[in-house]
């Protein structure tokens, strides 16, 4: 049996939801699976037609990690585990290390979670948690550098398997096609609405490209802190016709927007603390036969081969941003890179990426 413990998880929306999801329905085919996951009012729903045994706790924050890590210890102490999986650090932190060494431990680093100043009180909690692992699990080889930089050992990397593609309905498809109309090109971002995805910087691209394709249309999918400025600046720039923000769709929606677009764009950028880990949205594009537009400065080379799956560029440049993007659009380049996207998309299979875990074990 697996024992996974989660902080993110469905039907809550986000990568390390789909993360943990996608991780644990992998683990299935290799026995049985106990989740150990924080509650959520639309719970209920999910929980019942899942295949995973799913325990929900509950609880105000700050004694609800102490009754999960006192319900882990008893579930380890009375079954037989295989192995435990952990996705934050702050998960393993109260685990009891006696009943962790009854099993072996896998605990998942993410950039943002771990990029603590060195000698902070927050940093010093990373690294004695992080110690109670086996195995850390950076999520692209950028996690694994900037973890070593601040101390921790011993990081190996598995990138995280992709959920997609999953087939498209009928009525997804006339849905986006009611969305993208007969425009041509077809950008489209699927992200929360983040300083660090640089959406104010696509919408003034967008700006600079519509000389050139007249016709084009952007699809941004997600919500967030930035909805607000981005209303504003995409009324000030005047190019309302040629955008649309969605700030809520369903799964379907948004997988049939990705199927019908050209190419998905999102050169994130550093924002204080924060920094694009890895990626995961950039695969779930190239599943759908789609390359993308990425960032420089994080793990976006281990999601895109720069000049075969999409391109890397300065997410802070506007040139930088304009001259990728009329590279990928010139003579359909898109089509050419879409087909080694979707090729290169097929590696991030779960059923590959959970091999990895199963190697190590």
Not at 25 to 46: C, I, Q, R, S
Not at 192 to 205: C, F, G, P, V
Not at 247 to 252: D, K, L, P
Request: glycine share 6%; aromatic share 10%; hydrophobic share 35%.
């Amino acid at each position: 049996m697996f024992l996974v413990s989660t902080r993110n998880f469905p039907p809550e929306l986000g990568g390390m939801q789909n993360l943990m999801e996608g991780l644990s329905n992998a683990l299935l085919n290799h026995g049985p699976v106990k989740v150990f996951a924080d509650a959520n009012n639309h719970a209920e729903n999910y929980d019942q037609t899942s295949k995973l045994n799913i325990n929900r706790i509950s609880g105000f924050k700050i004694f609800r990690k102490y009754r999960k890590a006192n319900l882990i210890k008893e579930f380890i102490n009375t079954n037989q585990i295989r192995a435990a999986f952990f996705d934050h650090w702050k998960s393993i932190e109260n685990i009891d290390i006696q009943a962790l060494r009854k099993t072996k431990s896998f605990c998942l680093i993410h950039s943002k979670e771990i990029n603590h100043p060195v000698g902070s009180s927050l940093h010093k909690r990373t690294l004695k948690a992080l110690d109670k692992a086996d195995f850390i699990i950076a999520n692209s080889k950028f996690t694994k550098e900037l973890a070593l930089k601040l101390g921790v050992k011993d990081v190996v990397v598995i990138n995280p398997g992709c959920n997609y593609p999953i087939e498209v309905s009928d009525s997804a498809k006339q849905f986006a096609k009611e969305i993208y109309g007969n425009s041509s090109p077809k950008l489209i971002t699927v992200s929360r609405l983040d300083a660090r995805k640089s959406h104010q910087n696509i919408l003034m691209t967008v700006k600079n490209l519509l000389p050139k394709f007249p016709n084009l249309k952007y699809v941004s999918i997600g919500d967030g802190d930035e909805r607000k400025n981005l209303e504003k600046l995409n009324k000030e720039l005047g190019i309302e016709n040629n955008v649309k923000l969605i700030f809520s769709s369903t799964e379907q929606q948004k997988v049939g927007l990705l199927e019908q677009s050209d190419v998905f764009v999102m050169p994130s950028v550093v924002y204080k603390k924060s920094v694009e880990g890895f990626g995961i949205t950039y695969i779930e594009a190239a599943s759908y036969g789609k390359p993308s537009i990425g960032g420089v400065y994080g793990g976006e080379g281990d999601a895109i081969k720069s000049g075969k799956t999409g391109y890397l560029c300065n997410g802070n440049d506007l040139s930088a941003i304009y001259e990728n993007l009329l590279k990928i659009l010139t003579n359909e380049k898109y089509k050419e890179l879409g087909t080694n996207a979707l090729e290169f998309s097929k590696d991030f299979s779960w059923e590959k990426i959970v091999k990895k875990y199963i190697n190590l074990i």
